[in-house]
């Protein structure tokens, strides 16, 4: 999706930039939790990887 994108484009330069100064790597992390009332509702057969 374009919304997410630019979330992402951003956070992803702010991580770079510290990564650079403090001389570390990177770990970007998607939370990925599906409850029992989530909002999106996937199909029974959509496996999420």
């Known amino acids: 999706m374009i ?3 630019i979330f992402y484009f951003w956070i992803y330069d702010a991580l770079s930039l510290q990564s ?3 001389e570390s ?3 970007f992390y998607e939370f990925t939790y599906q409850g029992t009332f989530s909002v999106s509702m ?3 057969f959509y496996k999420i990887r």
């Open 3 to 5: 919304g997410d994108g």
């Open 20 to 22: 650079e100064a403090m």
């Open 25 to 27: 790597s990177i770990y």
């Open 42 to 44: 996937r199909p029974p």
